[in-house]
């Protein structure tokens, strides 16, 4: 059983060793620039390593936005205080997904920018993704709290919309050669408005005969 537990061990450390040479190299000259040897080279490991773990760049790109994906959430959820005002949990949340694309910056575009490089699989992935995020909203604003402070959950159309967003802006900015800690207060202040209660309209009055 020992045996057993070294090796997924290993195998583990080489599948995130180059998971970790890749983030390296699309930080340095971007994900259509790297190549398999680029990767290997920074994981200080073979090709055939490498080829036991994923079929292609394309698989690696894939698994290590997937593992991007999965962190980001986990601490943005971990960010909000459930019993803090509604507009502060917005900021938390916000500020906290801020937080995330402006330590890897690189990551954060390519996320954005070249999935389309998967090709056919790229659209699987981007649902896929996106899903985990509007799960993630979904949750955040269906708590006992936020209903008791006129919040309701909020819709998947909503999320869709809020999540679109923020990734746009945030990809513009880097792209533009900007710090995303400069639109920060905005990313917030838009989420507080798309997110707050809302009174409903009224009625349109009868027309005088």
């Not at 971007?30 to 200080?44: C, E, F, L």
Request: charged share 20%; proline share 4%.
């Amino acid at each position: 059983m020992k045996a057993v537990t070294t090796e997924t061990a290993t195998t583990t450390d080489f599948r995130q060793r180059l998971l970790n040479g890749l983030a390296e190299a699309v930080a340095d000259v971007g994900y259509r620039n790297t190549t398999v040897a680029d990767i290997v080279r920074r994981a200080k490991t073979s090709r055939r390593t490498f080829y036991e773990h994923f079929t292609s760049k394309e698989t690696c790109f894939a698994a290590l936005l997937t593992e991007k994906n999965a962190e980001m959430i986990r601490l943005i959820t971990a960010a909000v205080d459930p019993t803090a005002p509604w507009q502060t949990q917005i900021r938390q949340a916000v500020e906290m997904w801020i937080a995330c694309a402006d330590s890897e910056p690189a990551i954060t575009l390519s996320w954005i920018r070249d999935v389309n490089a998967l090709g056919t699989a790229a659209r699987e992935l981007q649902r896929d993704l996106m899903e985990h995020f509007i799960t993630m909203v979904e949750t955040l604003t269906d708590t006992h709290d936020l209903h008791a402070m006129g919040i309701g959950k909020v819709s998947r159309q909503t999320a869709i919309v809020l999540l679109g967003g923020l990734r746009e802006l945030i990809a513009t900015t880097v792209e533009d050669g900007g710090s995303v800690n400069d639109i920060a207060e905005t990313a917030v202040q838009a989420s507080i408005a798309l997110l707050g209660p809302h009174t409903p309209p009224s009625p349109t009055a009868s027309p005088t005969t």
